[in-house]
């Protein structure tokens, strides 16, 4: 059975950094195409980076150049760091594989940015 397990959430002001985790049950990570999702209230759920068996990274325009996706083999982990975070960035975050699962949603995890 596989589980996705976010964490790292939280409330932030315009301008922080945030550092979301990924732990990952029942799958390996490394052999497969993992994606950060998002879902603000009354917008459907978007793609916001991804990276690659090879690890290759891919990153929509909204983020790119403020999230880093990255994961660690040996902790079965992904992690997406957030930088100069921003009020339009609040949202619950998911990890899946991409393309993605249904079956393979967790809970996700709230991040708040307002001041």
């Known amino acids: 059975q596989v589980q996705l397990v976010e964490s790292g959430g939280g409330l932030v002001q315009p301008g922080g950094s945030l550092r979301l985790s990924c732990a990952a049950s029942?799958?390996?990570?490394?052999?497969?195409?993992m994606g950060w999702f998002r879902q603000a209230p009354g917008k459907q759920r978007e793609l916001v980076a991804d990276i690659s068996r090879f690890g290759s990274t891919n990153y929509a325009d909204s983020v790119k150049g403020r999230f880093t996706i990255s994961r660690d083999n040996a902790k079965n982990t992904v992690y997406l760091q957030m930088n100069s975070l921003k009020p339009e960035d609040t949202a619950v975050y998911y990890c899946?594989?991409?393309?993605?699962?249904?079956?393979?949603w967790g809970q996700g995890t709230q991040v708040t940015v307002s001041s």
């Open positions: 029942g799958i390996i990570l490394r052999v497969n195409a």
């Open positions: 899946n594989t991409n393309p993605h699962w249904d079956e393979y």
